[in-house]
């Protein structure tokens, strides 16, 4: 059976990377799926944000990166995808999925949407917040991988070089 993993990903955390790793341990195959949120302006581009994902998830043999600018529901049906996994970290982030679990089955009954719950260890651990300590110069390396440290910095670079 094939999962996606859909998010905004900007970037990839290693708390996106744990819940890719559970899902991978599930499912025959995995494809992560960097969409569109309209609701964000993201740092990175979905290419950027497509590479990022794809040199972090390189060691798990059946996982992909695919980008798409439609309905999550639209690339379900094309790639045969049953399965949605999310991954929860708290009550809220609950039910902020739950909407989005609904909405998909109204548009889509036959895709299915699966929680799984992050490793405690990286509960506190968001795309923004990652981003909003690597823009005041603090310590994300223990919260993303190293290709994904190196971006922010090279992205806070420029952010800060245009800011001025
Ligand atoms: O990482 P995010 O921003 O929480 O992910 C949200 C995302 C990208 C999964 C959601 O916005 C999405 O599915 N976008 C694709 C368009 C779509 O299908 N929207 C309806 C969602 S109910």
Known sequence: ?????PGTFDPITLGHVDVVERAA???DEVVLAVL??????????AEERTGLAAAALAHLSNVRV???DGLLVQLAGTI???AVVKG????ADYEYERA????????????????VVGDARLAHVSSSLVREVAWFGGEIDSVVPPVVAEALCRRVAERRAGAS
Not at 36 to 45: C, E, L, Q, R
Not at 88 to 91: A, D, E, K, Q, V
């Open 25 to 27: 341990g599930l499912f």
């Open 1 to 5: 059976m094939i999962a996606l993993v």
């Open 36 to 45: 569109a949120n309209p609701g964000k302006a993201p740092w990175f581009s």
């Open 80 to 82: 045969g995808a049953r």
């Open 100 to 115: 989005m679990a609904l909405m998909n089955r109204e548009l889509s009954p036959l895709v299915e949407t699966v929680f």
């Open 66 to 68: 695919d980008r798409f």
């Open 88 to 91: 929860l970290r708290s009550g």
